[in-house]
Every structure is written in structure tokens, then in C-alpha cells.
């Protein structure tokens, strides 16, 4: 018993700090979590000479597979993490680099100790690095070929199975890769007498089997502590694993020095643009709210000319103003704070009522908010905004009256809004597209892109479904639900 605990603590000390590591990305950068990810590499080697847990029931777990489990877990969760490959090849490099290095002080390490000038104060015998050196060097090309072959299965059953979510995948092709080492690392590492016993006595994949179920339950706690993207389907990474070890290093870094300099270019461009244009839109709502005030006598198809071009004007202002909100809201660091969500619900619908000023909204459960205080952060607003604002444009054209029915819920530590329309719904094959931004013109525009975004800046989510009245129906109407941490005080 004694020996799963020791065993639980590793897994408990790698993965925490990994966590701990990666969460250090948006206050300094992956700098802190690629030294964490070298320096693991590095006692992959280490401790496979020093120690191994016996943990009972026949089952021995060795320092150094502790460590490359932990390794393989710390690479998935930058991978699912950044769904970035050239990132991601930039990891597998180093990693192979720190392999190389110590391909070539091995023998140092042998010949070292083996010599009369050289002092040994703790008397390591040179049996260690002479016997290990070819167990080393195959289990490092095997750790390397693993590597790529995970992202390869992950990539893939990401685009085969979108709908299911990314944490299941991660944590079935994380186990599956520990337990083919553990039939393949005896195979081509020792004797084949020696390799057949090992696995015919299973030892090997038992002990990988209880490391990755380890990992995998530290990997539901770090989707908990790094954010709720994990939560929801995804595609995959953009690009094929080819494109991993397409390109030279150098090239890479050139190519990402000049599409950030290209970035900051855009940015300035749509700021100034996009404050211009503002200014023009507000210009234009006040000439035609003049003209509609003057009582010229106009007819009653020119006053509709006159009220939808006004109308015109409000949606490419909210188009504006939902580009610039993404462009700062992209990059930035939202940090949570406790918000009244019932006053920052109330600021969204004056707004919404404003733009829409020829619809009649009715919110039903109005009251239901009261007293609803969650972990947030001030541009929840902006997101109630744009959900209102989906609700109304998406909805049948000649329907006056939209009708939202507030839903709220308790769950745990969480809040969930749920937010129902009465419009013509969203088909299942769209429910899961509808927040990516390259998407946008083609579903729901910039405006579901920019409120998934900040949901996601502040550790909440959201997804649609259909009216629970009628779940299995898309076409009576959808619910977009909002999932936030409640705040353990007021306002």
C-alpha cells in the first residue's frame, strides 16, 4: 500500500507542476513549461537507473517510466492546449535534442568513472551507464517515434469523430500509446528470451495501464484549473503531422516573426478604421433620426426606407464594434472578477432594445436573476448583447415579437444561464460551428466568435441546445446556455 502511495505522490508532483508550468503562459510565456518539459526528459534517463516502486500484486513501476509517463502527458496537454503544430515541432525537437545530448555523454559518464583521476564520492558503479546504453538509445527512438504516432492517432480521431469530446480522445490515445510501449520498449530493448518473458509475464503493460489511468485522472484536473475549451468538440490541429517536419527550424521562427509583425499591422489598421467608421455610423443614425423627426410629409414607404436604412446602419455598427472587441479581446488578459449578472443582463438588454428598437422583446424569468453573482468579468455584457442579438437577427423575418425565456440553474460551483429563443432553431450539424471564427459571414457572424472568446478568457463556456420542451425538435427554438463560476461574494 505504501508503494501506490509513493507511486500516486509522482503522479500527483509531475503533473501538478506541469499544470502549474503551462498556467505561467499567459502572465510570461511556454518558456517556464519547456524548460519544465526538458528537464523531465532529462530524468527519463535518471531515474531509470535508480529506483523502481514495487506497488503490489506483482506490479514493479520504475522511476524512469514515472517520468516518460509524465513526459507523454505533459506533450498531449501543450498539444491540446496551443492545437498548434509548429509548436508542437518545436517540442518534439527539443525533446530530440536533450535525447542526442545524452546519447553522446553516456559513454563520457562510463569512461568517467572507469578512470583512476576521477574521484567517485558516492561510488556509482560504471555498470550503470555501460549495461543501460543500448537500453537507453532504443528507448529514446521509441519515446521519439511514439511522440509523432500520438499526434498522428490524436489528429485523426479528432477529424473522424468531432462530436466527441477532446478530453475522451486525449485520454484514450495517452493510454493507448503507454501501453504500446509497454509491449514494444522489452521487444526491441533486450534479448529476446529475456523480452518474451517480460511480456508474457505482462508486468511491463500492467504498470503502464496503472500509469496512464494516474495521468489521466490529473488530466481531468488540469482541463478543471486551465479552462473550459476542453469541454466542448474539436477538429484538430491545423495541418497534417507532414507538416510537423515540413519546414526548417529557421524558417518557422522567420515565417512567425513576419505574420506577427503583419498582425500588428492589421490591428492598427482596423482600430483606426474601425474608429472612423464608428464615427461616420453615428453620424448617419443622427441625420436620419432628424429626418424622421422633422415631419416633412413624407409617405409611409419613404418613412420605412428611412427607418430600415437606420436599422442598416445599427448592424454594420455592431459589426464594427464586434471587430474591434475581438481584436482587444484576442491577446488580452482577462482576469475574473465578481460581477452582478443581473446588472450586466439589464445593461445588454437596453442595449440590444436600443439597436432593435422596431422589435418587442419580452424577457420572461427576469427574476430569476436576482441574486446571481458569478466569477466573470465585465464584458459578460457583450455577451449577453450578442446572444440577444443573434436571437433577433436569426429569427423569422416578419416576427415582431421575440421572446426569450431565462433559464437558471445551479450546478455545483457553477452558474448556468441558459438564454431560449422562439426562433426557427439550429440544426445539430451547427451546434458545434457556430463559435468558430472561420465560420463567421457563413452561420452567425463575428458575434457568437467574440462571445466564445471571452467566455473562454475567463475560464466559462457556452453551448446551444434545443428548447427543453421539445429536445429532440431544433425547429421550435434554441438555448444558449452559459456556464460561469459562481463568486463567493456580492457585489
Not at 213 to 241: D, E, R
Not at 261 to 276: A, F, K, P
Not at 409 to 423: H, M, T
Not at 470 to 491: C, L, N, Q
Amino acid at each position: 500500500m505504501l508503494g501506490f502511495a509513493l507511486l500516486v505522490l509522482h503522479v500527483v508532483i509531475y503533473s501538478s507542476l506541469g499544470i502549474a508550468f503551462y498556467a505561467l503562459r499567459s502572465r510570461l510565456s511556454l518558456i517556464p513549461f519547456y524548460l519544465f518539459l526538458g528537464t523531465l526528459q532529462v530524468y527519463v534517463s535518471l531515474m531509470s537507473s535508480f529506483y523502481v516502486i514495487d506497488i503490489g500484486f506483482g506490479i514493479q513501476v520504475g522511476g524512469g517510466n514515472i517520468v516518460y509517463s509524465a513526459v507523454i502527458w505533459s506533450v498531449m496537454l501543450f498539444y491540446i492546449m496551443e492545437r498548434d503544430t509548429d509548436l508542437t515541432k518545436m517540442v518534439i525537437y527539443s525533446l530530440t535534442a536533450i535525447q542526442i545530448i545524452f546519447i553522446l555523454v553516456y559513454p563520457m559518464f562510463y569512461l568517467a568513472i572507469e578512470s583512476d583521476e576521477i574521484i567517485n564520492p558516492l561510488l556509482v558503479p560504471s555498470e550503470i551507464f555501460q549495461t543501460s546504453f543500448g537500453i537507453f538509445v532504443v528507448g529514446n527512438l521509441l519515446a521519439l517515434l511514439e511522440l509523432i504516432a500520438m499526434v498522428f492517432v490524436l489528429q485523426r480521431l479528432s477529424q473522424k469523430y468531432p462530436r466527441i469530446p477532446p478530453v475522451i480522445l486525449v485520454i484514450l490515445t495517452y493510454i493507448m500509446t503507454l501501453l504500446a510501449d509497454g509491449v514494444l520498449f522489452p521487444l526491441f530493448a533486450f534479448p529476446i528470451t529475456q523480452s518474451i518473458s517480460v511480456v508474457q509475464g505482462i508486468s511491463s503493460v500492467l504498470n503502464k495501464l496503472v500509469l496512464g489511468v494516474l495521468f489521466s485522472l490529473m488530466m481531468f484536473i488540469a482541463i478543471q484549473i486551465l479552462g473550459p475549451k476542453f469541454a466542448t468538440p474539436f477538429t484538430g490541429a491545423k495541418g497534417s503531422i507532414s507538416e510537423i517536419f515540413r519546414l526548417p527550424k529557421r524558417d518557422v521562427i522567420a515565417a512567425l516573426h513576419k505574420a506577427e509583425e503583419n498582425r500588428r499591422m492589421i490591428r492598427l489598421l482596423m482600430s483606426l478604421l474601425g474608429h472612423d467608421l464608428s464615427n461616420y455610423n453615428q453620424s448617419l443614425l443622427l441625420y436620419l433620426g432628424m429626418i424622421e423627426k422633422a415631419n416633412l410629409g413624407l409617405d409611409e414607404e419613404t418613412l420605412a426606407m428611412i427607418h430600415n436604412s437606420k436599422q442598416m446602419v445599427w448592424e454594420s455598427t455592431n459589426l464594427v464594434n464586434n471587430i474591434l472587441s475581438l481584436n482587444k479581446v484576442q491577446d488580452a488578459i482577462l482576469v475574473p472578477e465578481p460581477v452582478d449578472v443581473s446588472q450586466l443582463f439589464d445593461k445588454a438588454l437596453e442595449r440590444t432594445k436600443k439597436a432593435y428598437a422596431y422589435k418587442n422583446i419580452i424577457i420572461h424569468g427576469r427574476e430569476h436573476l436576482q441574486d446571481v453573482y458569478a466569477l466573470a468579468h465585465p464584458l459578460l455584457s457583450d455577451v449577453f448583447y450578442n446572444v440577444l442579438s443573434n436571437a433577433i437577427k436569426h429569427n423569422h423575418p416578419n416576427m415582431t415579437e421575440i421572446t426569450i425565456d431565462l433559464i437558471v440553474q445551479e450546478k455545483g460551483r457553477y452558474w448556468i444561464i441558459g438564454l431560449a429563443d422562439n426562433g426557427p432553431g439550429i440544426p445539430d450539424s451547427m451546434k458545434t460551428t457556430i463559435f468558430e471564427l472561420q465560420n463567421a459571414g457563413k452561420q452567425q457572424g463575428l458575434g457568437l466568435s467574440l462571445v466564445k472568446t471571452i467566455l473562454q478568457k475567463i475560464r466559462s463556456d457556452i453551448w446551444v441546445e434545443n428548447r427543453p420542451e421539445s429536445p429532440e425538435d431544433h425547429t421550435t427554438g434554441a438555448v444558449f446556455y452559459i456556464k460561469m463560476p459562481k463568486s463567493s461574494r456580492r457585489i
